[in-house]
């Protein structure tokens, strides 16, 4: 059973920082792609950022420049440092693991989410 724990949502003012954290614990494969979501009320759920376990990164238009996404692979955590923020970043964002397994099965898993607000 694989778990995901978020932490280091909260409020913070516009054009501050914020660190998430999200750590997994269970059965990994090494072979797995860790991501950040997010979603307000009444949008979908949107890709913010994520990255492979090569290291490979993808962001969102939105966050490019301002959001750093990393991992730490010996603790099965990623995080996501977020600069500069604005009040359009509020909102909850979840943890994702997706995980690719050698006979070409996956799975995905999700966190519980952490609000992150941004005051003005």
């Known amino acids: 059973q694989v778990q995901l724990l978020e932490s280091g949502g909260g409020l913070v003012q516009t054009g501050g920082s914020l660190r998430l954290s999200c750590a997994a614990s269970?059965?990994?494969?090494?072979?797995?792609?860790m991501a950040w979501y997010r979603q307000t009320p009444g949008k979908q759920r949107e890709l913010v950022a994520e990255?492979?376990?090569?290291?490979?990164?993808t962001y969102a238009d939105s966050v490019k420049g301002r959001f750093t996404i990393s991992r730490d692979n010996a603790k099965n955590t990623v995080y996501l440092q977020m600069n500069s923020v604005t009040p359009e970043d509020t909102s909850v964002y979840y943890c994702?693991?997706?995980?690719?397994?050698?006979?070409?099965?996956?799975?995905?898993?999700w966190g519980q989410g952490t609000q992150v607000t941004v005051s003005s």
């Open positions: 990255i492979t376990s090569s290291n490979s990164t």
């Open positions: 994702k693991l997706e995980i690719d397994y050698p006979d070409s099965r996956w799975a995905y898993y």
């Open positions: 269970g059965s990994i494969y090494s072979r797995n792609t």
